[in-house]
């Protein structure tokens, strides 16, 4: 598990962040629950909601069930906005 940069300020930005910075778009629940040491229910969680805000796009398996049923996650045309914001937003420690 790696912590995320100082001007992440949730989740769903740290998963933003992984998604772009090191997965190049796209990872399985489980490579980034290992990555941030997220569990695999709350990051299940953080993926419903972000596409229900149109920040990801989710692949479902159909053989499978709750939590394993999201096969892969991707991000969108939001999120990727998002990302970019994220990449110049100052770290609170340069602010003082």
Same mark, same amino acid.
């Given at each position: 598990m790696k912590a995320p940069p100082h001007f992440i300020r949730n989740n769903e930005e740290w998963?933003?962040?992984l998604l772009e910075a090191e997965f190049?778009?796209? $990872?399985t629940p489980h490579a980034l629950s290992s990555r941030t040491g997220?569990?695999?229910d709350t990051i299940h969680d953080n993926f419903l909601y972000m596409e229900r805000v149109g920040l990801l796009s989710i692949e479902r398996d159909p053989d499978k069930r709750y939590?394993?049923?999201? $096969?892969?996650?991707?991000?969108?045309?939001n999120s990727l906005r998002v990302y970019d914001e994220l990449k110049i937003r100052p770290d609170p420690g340069d602010l003082f």
């Open positions: 998963i933003i962040w190049s778009g796209s $990872a997220i569990s695999l939590p394993e049923e999201i $096969a892969r996650v991707n991000l969108t045309e």
